[in-house]
């Protein structure tokens, strides 16, 4: 019989986030693998438009806050030798909604208390400033009209407010089991919010060796069109879609015997 001191240690990353890790998600499956041993377990809590504190909307479909989803009782199940790291993405998400930012940092805050029970390193990404001061008023309209239709933000509100949210968020790198990544200008193009479709590889690869991680080549990771919708139908825990409540048992993603994705 295997002694307990024997045993495999588990991988586990958790991730929260809302479109540019929906997005991005296919690609993250290619990079993690790469850097973290296996078997390596992906907890991850996102979606288009999702919202850290409150129930969100896109198209068709509802989330429940990060806070709210089942994400957290799930990982209090888990058992045996499992080694974590976390990150923390999209954080600027929420502004659009109008909600304040010590809201915001309100609901990061209790993120990272809970995440801290796993005893793990949690990397937390800025807001992409360069994107956000340089937005074009007929730009932050289409963006607010297509991701965000009940909202009547004005632009110049939502750049005071990424500012400040900016600045609080990189004090939280202050703490030793924190670290704060800035987003980089040339991972946008044209859209200020969203990661390039090539520079995918290479955000998951900062965040992930920021981590303690090992590094590789990640330049031979693709990433297209393909790989953003590859897993635009596959069902969280729970969601509603068309008004109607759907539930799906994790992990809903399996890759051989040593990766799996619950999402949340």
């Not at 109008?98 to 793990?120: K, N, S």
């Not at 600045?167 to 703490?175: D, P």
């Not at 955000?203 to 897993?231: A, E, P, Q």
Request: net charge positive.
């Amino acid at each position: 019989m295997t002694s307990p001191q024997n045993e495999t240690v588990r991988q586990r990353l958790i991730v929260l986030g809302a479109s540019n890790v929906a997005k991005s998600l296919e690609v993250l499956l290619h990079v993690a693998p790469e850097m973290i041993p296996q078997p390596l377990e992906v907890y991850a809590a996102i979606g288009r438009g999702r919202s850290y504190g409150t129930q969100s909307k896109f198209l068709c479909r509802r989330l429940p806050g990060i806070l709210e989803s089942e994400l957290w009782p799930s990982l209090e199940k888990v058992s045996g030798p499992v080694k974590t790291t976390s990150v923390i993405t999209d954080i600027g998400n929420d502004l659009l909604y109008d909600r304040t930012v010590d809201q915001i940092i309100d609901w990061i805050e209790q993120c990272i208390i809970r995440l801290r029970t796993t005893e793990g390193p949690i990397a937390i990404t800025g807001i992409p400033l360069a994107g956000v001061r340089s937005l074009a008023p007929y730009k932050f309209r289409a963006l607010r009209a297509m991701m965000f239709p009940s909202s009547n933000l004005q632009l110049v509100t939502v750049q005071q407010r990424a500012e400040e949210l900016d600045a609080r968020l990189q004090a939280f790198g202050k703490e030793d089991d924190i670290t704060f990544i800035p987003q980089k200008p040339e991972w946008y193009g044209f859209d200020p919010i969203h990661w390039r479709q090539a520079k995918r590889p290479e955000v998951w690869h900062t965040i992930l060796s920021s981590l303690g991680h090992t590094m590789f080549d990640y330049s031979r990771v693709r990433s297209n069109f393909f790989h953003s919708m590859k897993h635009w139908m596959t069902r969280p825990y729970s969601r509603t879609m068309f008004g109607i409540e759907q539930s799906q048992a994790q992990p809903s993603i399996k890759r051989g015997e040593h990766l799996t994705v619950a999402l949340y």
